[in-house]
């Protein structure tokens, strides 16, 4: 296995992490059902639980990868903000 190919253990991580994500973000959607609030309440809380179910076990598979993607994305999103150079008058 090179070193470009997915293992079984990242795959599933990322899955994980993708699930957890697509979950969370349903939860937005669910006061615009036609249903009974007992039933949104309880379609929400569902939902939260799948996303925080499905986050903590990704975090055990992506430990070192997770991280250093978040740190990449942190420092890009730093990079954009914060001027070029700086000169004094």
């Known amino acids: 296995m090179t070193a470009t190919q997915f293992s079984l253990r990242k795959l599933t991580g990322w899955c994980l992490l993708a ?5 969370f973000l349903l939860i937005f959607f669910v006061p ?6 007992a039933e949104k309440i309880a379609l ?3 939902l939260y639980l799948a996303s925080q179910i499905t986050w903590w076990l990704c975090l ?28 004094k008058p």
């Open 60 to 87: 055990p598979l992506l430990g070192k990868e997770l991280l250093a993607w978040t740190k990449s994305a942190w420092q890009a999103c730093c990079d954009k903000i914060k001027p070029t150079h700086h000169r």
């Open 19 to 23: 699930l957890s994500s697509i979950t």
């Open 44 to 46: 929400a809380g569902s």
């Open 32 to 37: 615009f059902l036609e249903s009974s609030p």
